[in-house]
């Protein structure tokens, strides 16, 4: 089964950077090329958020919240998404979690990112 695993979560104050990594395990390399990947985040009593998106030819859209301060990514060599995050905002504290766009694979664990004001 693949397993989806978040890190490079952190605490930082506003206007800081933070890095997301996604390490989609035991998935196929096959699979994993042409799939389109997705980094979502979660805040405390609020729905699930999709936050940016790229696909396999690695065309790329964002929140508009989120747009000009992150940036998505992906190696697919290493199976991963990366999601790079600048300029972050108090507003932008929630888990960030990956997955697949369709057919989505059961969701990894997150990182928590907190930025503070």
């Known amino acids: 089964q693949v397993h989806l695993v978040e890190s490079g979560g952190g605490l930082v104050q506003a206007g800081g950077s933070l890095r997301l990594s996604c390490r989609a395990q035991?998935?196929?390399?096959?699979?994993?090329?042409?799939?389109?990947m997705s980094w979502y985040r979660q805040a405390p009593g609020l729905q699930r958020e999709l936050v940016a998106t790229?696909?396999?030819?690695?065309?790329?859209n964002y929140v508009d919240s989120v747009k000009g301060r992150f940036t998505i990514s992906r190696d697919n060599t290493r199976k991963t998404v990366y999601l790079a995050m600048n300029d972050l905002k108090p507003e932008d504290t929630a888990r960030y979690y990956c997955?697949?766009?369709?057919?989505?694979?059961?969701w990894g664990q997150g990182t928590q990112v907190t930025v503070s004001s």
């Open positions: 790229i696909t396999g030819d690695r065309n790329t």
């Open positions: 997955n697949r766009q369709t057919q989505q694979l059961p």
């Open positions: 035991r998935m196929i390399t096959s699979t994993f090329n042409p799939a389109t």
